[in-house]
């Protein structure tokens, strides 16, 4: 049953992978996404300093049945495919393990990223059972006084103990470690990587360029990174940390941003608004973002409605003729953004991705 998944998904990828490089060389919709990604709950607990999702209040959020009848669409629809999970904190929505039982049961692999706040051991065990099947913790430096610090709450133990938990039992599911690039965390992220790597031991580590905060309206205007706090300010100091990661990367060591992404990384500091792109703006034809009430949008910044999962198959949202309006007036957008999540995945990193998981437990 695992292997024949595993073919399943290795062909259905590949070939996906080709139409959707058809999409973009003739501007049509020939394929699938191949991103899809929710925010599972808006609702946070944690208090940091870079992002305000946690001053948002629970607003009509899909229930886990609701929930479960759309993934059971989008499964129908994709085939074994590969789901990002985020929020706000995951672990805080009601009845989120159900979900995560559903995944599993209907063949869809789940990556989570957690602040670690509801990680106790009872947790612990329910992720054995039943996923997610990688899980990324975010932190964001190798000490406890600044990641706290950063946070807002203390973290920092409840991270560190989850993954020794995890570990100790034995568990099968691949561990990361993200880390955002800002003022706080910058001058230290090589020694952050190789901590997480080679003391946490996790399976790998990422670095996040910071964006200008999530949840607010200000979000994407032009100058934002000159009056936000958090925005490094020695671009010659983080681009030597960027190199040595580099370095680190060609080495072996699991740092899974791609190398293009990181040479990126450096322009970007330097000034947001002129850096080169590593590759034209791939998520009109590839990603499928939910948002915890249902709405659907290819880009999380331009936040243009495709449609509703409430109302609407998933499927004829992506077919459209409003979603191809929405992809009309998206492209060429030339907006700063670097998070990993607006890149297209290539296909080495697809293929990394499915040999990490089909090496563990297989899809
Ligand atoms: C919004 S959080 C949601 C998941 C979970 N609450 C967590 O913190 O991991 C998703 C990721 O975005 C990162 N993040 C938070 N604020 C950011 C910012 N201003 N710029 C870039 N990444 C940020 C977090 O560290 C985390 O890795
Ligand atoms: S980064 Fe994550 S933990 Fe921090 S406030 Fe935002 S959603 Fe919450
Ligand atoms: S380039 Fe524009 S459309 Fe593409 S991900 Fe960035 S903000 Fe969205």
Known sequence: MTLLRDIEFAVYQGSNHLAQRLSYATDRRL??????????????????????MWKLQENNELTVDEWKHSLDQLREWLGPFFLVISGGEPFQKRGFFDILAHCRQIGIKTKVSSNGMYLTEK???????VGPDF?????????????D?????????RCVAAIGMLQDKGSKIVLGVATVIMEETYADLVPTALWAL?????DRFLVQPLYPTFATDEAMAPDWFEHNPHWPRNAELLESQLEELRRLKRAGHAIWNPDEHLVALSYYFRDPRSHPRPDECMVRYNAFNI????????????????????????????????????????KGCQAPCLL????????????????????????
Not at 123 to 129: F, H, Q
Not at 135 to 147: F, G, K, Q
Not at 198 to 202: N, R
Not at 352 to 357: H, S, T
């Open 135 to 147: 899980l990324s913790l975010s932190i964001d430096h190798l000490t406890r006084e600044v990641h």
């Open 123 to 129: 947790a612990c065990d329910r992720i054995l059972e």
């Open 149 to 157: 610090k950063v946070r807002g709450v203390p973290l920092y133990d």
């Open 291 to 330: 948002d915890p009430r249902g709405d659907v949008m290819f880009c999380w910044t331009v936040d243009d409605r495709a449609g509703n999962l409430r109302t609407q198959h998933p499927r004829d949202i992506w077919e459209s003729a409003h979603a191809q309006q929405i992809r009309d007036k998206m």
């Open 198 to 202: 080679e003391e946490l031991k996790v």
């Open 340 to 363: 990993n999540c607006y890149r297209g995945r290539s296909l080495r990193e697809q293929v990394g991705l499915f040999k990490l998981f089909a090496g563990r437990q297989g899809f």
């Open 31 to 52: 394929a699938k996404p191949n991103q899809v990604s929710v925010l599972i709950t808006d609702i946070c607990a944690a208090r940091c300093t870079m992002c305000e």
